[in-house]
């Protein structure tokens, strides 16, 4: 390794800082007139990680935990209530919105559900070379051949099999690899993958992930991965983030967190991740109860209606991430006891 690939390794790409995302439920005339408090699903609540250039980082949590509105904030889909994302140096709040859509050629989704995100009434061929009528409109004459290399470079190949072919007329995996070239096409630097394996097949999923884990390589790549899926996770991530309710509990190298975990909730969700050999059997439950309401969460730590080891402080004073080993935070006030 040179020392300028080093250097370009310890970079920061993505900063995101005490990040907020408050969705107003209600506050409209009739509460005014009412004189009632307005009322916010607190979707996101505070959350600050970094992402370094080349790097796979994973957000990991149950449905509600926030981590979909945090990739919409990443990539400027949502406006954040509070906090900053800065990408590549350039604070997204900082840009006007012709300024937002040029930046976002460089931030390009891949969305979960591929039949939802490809329109039935485009071809294969359409729909790959789309952002580029969008974002190069002056190269015209090259977008056949570069819709056509994107296929190849997925797996789909011949790509003049696929060119004329509607969504509903290929494979559900096929149309993943479609949402995969149409993501890449813009030549982006930054990919959110927003469960981009969830609706694949189980047969194909690994597949997909060889094939992620190559373009990354290839295209020198950085993955916001999305995934509720710990075992997809350690599939592929450098470094992870664990969301509960909004808030981040727990972060740090994807070995040292799943030979480690500090928090009571990510050793929960680790005990629960399926062993692939019908001989062994999981006895670890997820702990009892549903994620809380994000309206009126609970108080102190938010984990403590469901974590095992909860004292009596828990309720009261909410614990922040602090890092504990190099490179590996929790939060939560009792950590240091699962240091040995
Ligand atoms: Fe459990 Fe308390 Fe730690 Fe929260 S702070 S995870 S409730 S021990």
Redesign the pocket.
């Known amino acids: 390794m040179t020392e300028n690939s080093i250097k370009k390794e310890k970079k920061n790409f993505l900063e995101v800082k005490d990040l907020k995302k408050y969705f107003h439920l209600r506050g409209g005339i009739i509460d005014t007139l009412l004189s009632r408090e307005p009322e916010y699903v607190r979707a996101v609540d505070g959350v600050t990680f970094n992402i370094k250039e080349g790097e796979v980082f994973g957000l990991v949590g149950e449905s509600g935990s926030g981590k979909t509105t945090i990739g919409r904030l990443v990539v400027g889909l949502e406006k954040p209530t509070e906090g900053t994302v800065i990408f590549d140096g350039i604070d997204l709040s900082s840009l006007s919105n012709e300024e937002m859509r040029k930046l976002r050629r460089r931030m390009q989704v891949m969305f979960q559900d591929p039949t939802a995100s490809l329109n039935p009434r485009m071809t294969v061929g359409e729909a790959v070379s789309h952002p580029l009528q969008i974002h190069f409109p002056g190269k015209k004459a090259n977008h056949r051949k570069m819709m056509e290399e994107h296929l190849e470079r997925v797996g789909l190949s011949p790509a003049s099999y696929f060119v004329n072919k509607y969504p509903h007329e290929i494979s559900g995996g096929q149309r993943q690899r479609v949402v995969i070239a149409r993501a890449l096409i813009t030549t982006p630097e930054l990919v959110l993958a927003d469960e981009p394996i969830a609706m694949a097949d189980v047969s194909v999923r690994a597949l997909l992930l060889d094939l992620m884990v190559r373009l990354k390589t290839e295209l020198n790549l950085t993955y916001l991965f999305i995934t509720h899926d710990l075992a997809t996770a350690k599939y592929i991530c450098d470094r992870i983030g664990i969301l509960y309710l909004g808030k981040m509990a727990e972060e740090g190298n994807l070995r040292d967190v799943y030979s480690k975990p500090l928090?009571?909730?990510t050793q929960a969700l680790l005990a629960a991740v399926p062993i692939p050999d019908p001989h062994q059997r999981r006895t670890e439950e997820m702990p009892e109860g549903e994620i809380p309401n994000p309206i009126n969460p609970p108080s102190g730590?938010r984990?403590?209606p469901r974590?095992p080891?909860?004292?009596a402080r828990?309720s009261e004073e909410e614990?922040f991430l602090r890092e504990l080993l190099p490179g590996h935070k929790v939060a939560?006030?009792?950590a240091e006891q699962f240091l040995e």
Do not use: G, L
Request: proline letters at 13%; charged letters at 5%.
């Open positions: 928090h009571p909730y730590c984990f403590h974590c080891i909860a004292e828990c614990p939560c006030h009792y």
